[in-house]
């Protein structure tokens, strides 16, 4: 069993920058790629950003690509999502989610798509 909690959200305005935090439990967390996936006020929940359990390969939502980097620290047991040029319809919960796979170019929102889910943290973007 892996338990995801998230930390770093918050308030940002525009153009600004945000650090999220995903930190997990469990031994095998060096084993399961990782997902950060995001659901705005109103909004279905959308995918962002993934990575491999070697930290290796990435895969980023066209929405977020050059603007947000996933990165991951096994030794912590923590995923990390830094968002740059942050923009208001960036705002919404912010989910972390793990998966012993890896779905290439077709990573979906889907809840049964991934083994493991985060609360979620809130970051809101003001204009």
């Known amino acids: 069993q892996v338990q995801l909690v998230e930390s770093g959200g918050g308030l940002v305005q525009a153009g600004g920058s945000l650090r999220v935090s995903c930190e997990a439990s469990?031994?095998?967390?060096?084993?399961?790629?990782m997902a950060w996936l995001r659901q705005a006020p109103g909004k279905e929940r959308e995918f962002a950003a993934a990575?491999?359990?070697?930290?290796?390969?990435?895969y980023y939502a066209v929405p977020v690509k050059g603007r947000f980097t996933i990165s991951r620290d096994n030794a912590k047991n923590t995923v990390y999502l830094q968002m740059n040029s942050l923009q208001p319809e960036d705002t919404g919960v912010y989910y972390c989610?793990?998966?012993?796979?890896?779905?290439?170019?077709?990573?979906?929102?889907?809840?049964?798509?991934?083994?493991?889910w985060g609360r979620g943290t809130q970051v809101t973007v003001s204009s």
């Open positions: 989610a793990a998966v012993e796979a890896w779905y290439g170019s077709s990573w979906s929102s889907s809840e049964d798509a991934y083994d493991y």
């Open positions: 469990g031994r095998t967390f060096n084993k399961l790629a």
């Open positions: 990575i491999s359990w070697t930290g290796l390969t990435t």
